[in-house]
């Protein structure tokens, strides 16, 4: 049967590498072994984080299967989702700044055959974006 292995971090996997950078951006080298590492594993990984003050989702990024970002609740909004891979975001450029409820919540799914992941971004009660993974083997 397939794995998934959910990787948990406090930011998110930005933009392209600057060394020097006193953040997860700035150290280039540790950025290129983990994707690799990543990449090698037979296994599907998820990448999941918070404190982005929005709402996104991605394929393919930084070596991971899926990258998945929640924001804390009751936050003005930003948009922070960037670069190669990202499908969707909440909020848009037009409608930043004011404080929402956003959040988000993972189901798995074992079929015993198969697992399923299935992130929801949330705000309020209203589901504002979807994806989800299935990992079968």
Same mark, same amino acid.
């Given at each position: 049967?397939?794995? *998934?292995?959910?990787?948990?971090? #406090?930011? *998110? ?7 020097? *950078? ?9 950025? !290129? ?9 037979? !296994? ?6 918070? #404190?982005?003050?929005?709402?996104? /989702? ?5 070596? /991971? ?17 960037? +670069?190669?891979?990202?499908?969707? @975001? ?10 929402? *409820? ?7 799914? #074992?079929? +015993? ?8 971004? /949330? ?6 974006? @979807? ?5 079968? +083997?």
């Amino acid at each position: 049967r397939g794995q *998934q292995i959910v990787v948990i971090g #406090d930011g *998110q996997m930005p933009g392209p590498a600057e060394d020097g *950078q006193d953040e997860w951006r700035g150290y280039a080298a540790e950025r !290129a072994e983990l994707a690799s590492a990543v990449g090698a594993s037979p !296994a599907t990984v998820i990448y999941l984080n918070g #404190d982005t003050h929005s709402l996104a /989702y991605g394929h393919s990024q930084y070596g /991971y299967d899926r990258v998945w970002q929640a924001a804390p609740l009751s936050n003005e909004t930003k948009v922070k989702a960037g +670069g190669a891979g990202y499908i969707g @975001q909440y909020p848009t450029n037009a409608n930043e700044g004011p404080v929402k *409820q956003l959040w988000a919540h993972i189901q798995f799914t #074992d079929t +015993g055959s198969s697992i399923t992941a299935t992130w929801r971004g /949330y705000e309020g009660s209203s589901v504002r974006l @979807q994806d989800s993974i299935t990992a079968s +083997g």
